[in-house]
T-cell receptor, first 112, second 117 residues
Framework: GQQLNQSPQSMFIQEGEDVSMNCTSS?????WLWYKQDPGEGPVLLIA?????ELTSNGRLTAQFGITRKDSFLNISASIPSDVGIYFC????????????FGTGTRLQVFP | DTGVSQNPRHKITKRGQNVTFRCDPI?????LYWYRQTLGQGPEFLTY????????KSRLLSDRFSAERPKGSFSTLEIQRTEQGDSAMYLC???????????????FGEGSRLTVL
C-alpha cells in the first residue's frame, strides 16, 4: 500500500534536546496529522493541520503544513523520557473521508 | 472506559484457520475504520463504514477478508483460511464529523495482534 516518506527513521537523543522530523509525499494532501504510538498500543493523535503554511503548537510540539501541501514537519522541544515512541505522519487525500495514508514512522529514543 | 475497544488483544492461530476480531467504537462516532499494521510500518487502510454502510475497501482486503457493522455500532473483521502473511496488528479507529466536516482525526483502539503459525 501507499505510505509517506518519513525521516529520519530513528533518532537517539539526550533528554532536553530538541527534535525535528519530517514527512514528504508525491501527492498533495488536504490535511496533515501527526500521531504517536507507544509499544503495544494504537496511535494517538498529537496535532492536526488543515491549511497550507499553517503552524500549530500543542505544548512542546510544533508542526507545520508545508506550502506545497506535499510535506509536513514536527518539532519537539526540550524532550523528556515520555516522548519515547514512534511518531507517524498521516495525510488525508480527500475532504470527505478519514481514510489516511500513514508515513513509515520515526522511532524516538530519549536517554536521561 | 469510553475509548475504542478491540478484542481479542492477541490471537495465535494455525494457517488455514478462520479468525474474527471485534471492535466497539466510541459510542457517538458514526464512522469506523479498520487498518492493518505490520512490524516496522505505519498503519495501512483496509476499509471503513459510515453507520452500517461499508463505503470503501482497500485492494489490500482480499476475498478472504470480510468486515461487517450490522447495526452501525460494533464491527467485526473476519479472516478466512489465514496465511502467514496475515500476521499483523489489526487496528480499529472511529471518528465523528464535526459540523459535517471530516477532519481526519481518528481515535484508535489498542489493536488486535494476529500471529499465524
Amino acid at each position: 500500500g501507499q505510505q509517506l516518506n518519513q525521516s529520519p527513521q530513528s533518532m537517539f537523543i539526550q533528554e532536553g534536546e530538541d527534535v525535528s522530523m519530517n514527512c514528504t509525499s508525491s501527492s498533495i494532501f488536504n490535511t496533515w496529522l501527526w500521531y504517536k504510538q507507544d509499544p503495544g498500543e494504537g496511535p494517538v493523535l498529537l496535532i492536526a493541520l488543515y491549511k497550507a503554511g499553517e503552524l500549530t503548537s500543542n505544548g512542546r510540539l510544533t508542526a507545520q503544513f508545508g506550502i506545497t501541501r506535499k510535506d509536513s514537519f514536527l518539532n519537539i522541544s526540550a524532550s523528556i523520557p515520555s516522548d519515547v515512541g514512534i511518531y507517524f505522519c498521516a495525510g488525508q487525500l480527500r475532504y470527505n473521508t478519514d481514510k489516511l495514508i500513514f508515513g513509515t514512522g520515526t522511532r524516538l529514543q530519549v536517554f536521561p | 472506559d469510553t475509548g475504542v475497544s478491540q478484542n481479542p488483544r492477541h490471537k495465535i492461530t494455525k494457517r488455514g484457520q478462520n479468525v474474527t476480531f471485534r471492535c466497539d467504537p466510541i459510542s457517538e462516532h458514526n464512522r469506523l475504520y479498520w487498518y492493518r499494521q505490520t512490524l516496522g510500518q505505519g498503519p495501512e487502510f483496509l476499509t471503513y463504514f459510515q453507520n452500517e454502510a461499508q463505503l470503501e475497501k482497500s485492494r489490500l482486503l482480499s476475498d478472504r477478508f470480510s468486515a461487517e457493522r450490522p447495526k452501525g455500532s460494533f464491527s467485526t473483521l473476519e479472516i478466512q483460511r489465514t496465511e502467514q502473511g496475515d500476521s499483523a496488528m489489526y487496528l480499529c479507529a472511529s471518528s465523528f464529523p464535526l459540523a459535517g466536516r471530516v477532519t481526519g482525526e481518528l481515535f484508535f483502539g489498542e489493536g488486535s495482534r494476529l500471529t499465524v503459525l
